[in-house]
């Protein structure tokens, strides 16, 4: 099994910066990608950004292109989405999520989730 582990959601004040971390542990896996998708009550969670193993490919919802960046740290196992120039409809639950094939498309065919962390943002 996976375990993916969100932190550093929080209250922020529109335009400003938030980091979120995901912790992973449990099984490895020979290719896999990392992807971040969040959600807000009464609708569907949606795709924000992903990243391949070894870093070299992502990808971004139009809604986030240019004020967020993901990246990684092998070493420590360790996914982060670096949150710029918030806005209020970036409020949402965000959850980390793992691929274990880097075939197909980097928006669906995640089989392991964390829990999830909150980012509120204040107008």
């Known amino acids: 099994q996976v375990q993916l582990v969100e932190s550093g959601g929080g209250l922020v004040q529109a335009g400003g910066s938030l980091r979120l971390s995901c912790a992973a542990s449990g099984r490895t896996f020979n290719s896999y990608r990392m992807g971040w998708f969040r959600q807000t009550p009464g609708k569907e969670r949606e795709f924000v950004a992903s990243i391949r193993m070894d870093g070299r490919i992502t990808y971004f919802a139009d809604s986030v292109k240019g004020r967020f960046t993901i990246s990684r740290d092998n070493d420590k196992n360790m996914v982060y989405l670096q949150m710029n120039s918030l806005k209020p409809e970036d409020t949402a639950v965000y959850y980390c999520?793992?691929?274990?094939?880097?075939?197909?498309?980097?928006?669906?065919?995640?089989?392991?989730w964390g829990q999830g962390t909150q980012v509120t943002v204040s107008s």
């Open positions: 999520a793992l691929k274990p094939i880097i075939t197909g498309d980097p928006f669906t065919g995640y089989d392991y």
